[in-house]
């Protein structure tokens, strides 16, 4: 492949993905300056769902297949660092491979009998199997059932996990990883086919490739991204429950990826951090308000949703593109 | 187990059954007809819990409540209808799934300011309180029963309505092919504010019926809501007979399972775990049944588009 043309194309998301990678890295130095080191905390937890959202969108987006149950995968992730520390193995890498493994096989499982489906069938089944995984969890008393369990911080040798700045940037590295892999992902033949799966599907077998082949690699795929999410949410958290796998998480990952605008690679990055403000300000502001209903926050944050969805097309990067355009056109550049 | 024992379970399936068929008769023609995802019908369930629930500390009659509840549900849907869901029919279902996942929070949110966060339980009135046998030696609430028959009552009703009237033809025409029923002069977007205000209204019949068994709370309309789903999917989207086979099912399913299985867990494992595992392991019972029937009939069983 043409590596100018390749590094070239979407350029300008790739400036607002790694400025905002920069941003993250950056953003430890200005909380020990400015002695806030809660909001560490915030951002790494900011960090793992964006990179959820982002192997999310890799099939939601590009690949158009809407499941409603990936934050399954997330604690499967999650649970493949409990359990395997609950049988003794404290090692993160482990942890990491493990969780890579059974989301793959369990990713290939679940799609390919998923994508016997279409449409309002494929969003219902991805849904039951998540709550079949969150059931399965519930029950499993050994492991805290419905209350889940306390866990150690793994133990990724290298990084020493009880220093919390080690911990961000070995989150922060993963979100850089992961990232790099998606931009060369979005941009190979094999993005480019899942796309075209998605704009006609009957158009790209008439071209003699077969779309399932490519939506279940694409379902892994995205199945991998969220169960290393979910692995190193669970060293992050210290605590790993099923409610992580809840179907409203899943729900959760889908308002963050149409936040930041579907089928772009910043985008869930961006929502994941809009979401967080979200989260963070609406109290405050119904605290400034109405002190009393400070906690109702989400009577706000619903409303919100349904006005991202009926009013702004394509989320915030959708808008940040539309304002580079304008920019660009004021200044008689580009028509 | 004994048989006296399995009889008990098998009504109290039969009750689930028919109130998820309450919700998911509406939903079914939502989802078939309209092609639209609908979240949001768990909270014209809770909509029509509080209702009733509140209507019934004010006028202090169980009767008089439960029914004036009825139209509140109703008009809701229509509003409701009218405000948003119009807007939407257009749009992908990714759009539609998280309008209406922010419609879920809003209304949870509200009825949590409205009424607080703590579950309401409304008492019977001592008419409906008491048992009747359906074998000499077994017991029954008569409040279940009374359940099952206002259930049976709706869903003949609503049988009655899509299979011989004029509006039930139109309902069919729209699920089987909305632009041809266009074409023919039927007025596809009254004809979608009416399934969309009468599948309100049922659901908040099953929400008013399930009050006095259930805790009313916010947030009670989500699980019903992803099982009638469930129910749905089986029966095949925008069939009304094909909803009812698959509630009556999944609803014995589901509490069979959560008596049965713990039985069954308990010869393999100690007790105290057994009880545990079981009713989770009960609701995943639910799920597999409709894995299953997707796999081998990916509309599933009865679909209304041919």
Known sequence: ?335 | MTFTLLLEQIFNGLQSGVTLFLIAAGLTLILGVMNFVFLAHGAQVMIGAYAAASLISITGNFYVAALAAIPITFLCGYVLEYLLIRHLYQRDHMDQVLATFGLILFFNELIRIGFGPAALFSNLPPSLSGFVYILPDSPYPVYRLLVIGVGLVCAAGIYYLVTRTKIGAMVRAGASNESMAAALGVNIRLLRRFIFSAGACFAGIAGIMLGPLTAVEPGMGEPLLILSLVVIIIGGLGSVHGAFIAAVVVGIVDTLGRVVLPLLLRSVMEQSAADGAGPALASMMVYLLMTVVLVFKPTGLFPAKG
């Open chain 1, 1 to 335: 492949m043409d590596l100018f043309k390749f590094l070239w194309t979407g350029v300008k998301e790739q400036q607002m993905l790694f400025g905002l990678l920069t941003g993250f890295a950056l953003f430890p130095i200005y909380t020990a300056y400015a002695d806030l080191p809660f909001w560490n905390d915030v951002a790494m937890r900011i960090m793992l769902l964006g990179m959820a959202a982002m192997g999310l969108n890799l099939i939601l987006g590009y690949g158009g297949m809407v499941s409603f149950g990936h934050a399954a995968f997330v604690g499967i992730g999650a649970y493949c660092a409990g359990i395997s520390q609950f049988y003794g193995l404290n090692n993160g890498w482990a942890h990491l491979g493990l969780s890579l493994g059974v989301c793959g096989i369990l990713g290939l499982v679940i799609s390919f009998l998923a994508l016997r489906t279409s449409g309002i069938y494929f969003i219902m089944i991805t849904l039951a199997f998540a709550q079949m995984l969150f059931f399965l969890f519930v029950s499993l008393e050994q492991y805290g059932g419905d209350d889940g369990m306390s866990i150690n911080r793994a133990d990724f040798m290298l990084f020493d996990l009880y220093n919390p700045l080690r911990l961000y940037y070995l989150i922060w590295s993963a979100l850089l990883i992961i990232s790099v892999i998606l931009l060369f992902i979005v941009h190979s033949r094999f993005g480019v086919v899942l796309r075209a799966i998605n704009n006609n599907e009957s158009r790209v077998e008439a071209l003699g490739l077969s779309p399932l082949r490519y939506k279940v690699t694409g379902y892994i795929i995205s199945a991998m991204i969220c169960g290393v999410a979910g692995t190193l949410f669970a060293s992050w958290q210290e605590y790993v429950s099923p409610d992580i796998m809840h179907w409203s998480r899943s729900g959760e990952l889908m308002i963050i990826i149409i936040l930041g605008g579907l089928a772009t690679l910043a985008g869930p990055l961006l929502g994941a951090v809009v979401f967080f403000i979200l989260e963070e300000l609406l109290p405050e502001l119904l605290n400034l308000v109405a002190p009393s209903y400070a906690e109702n926050w989400m009577i706000i944050f619903g409303p919100i949703m349904i006005f991202v969805v009926l009013f702004a097309r394509g989320g915030l990067m959708g808008w940040v593109s539309r304002l580079a355009a304008r920019r660009m056109s004021d200044h008689g550049v580009g028509q």
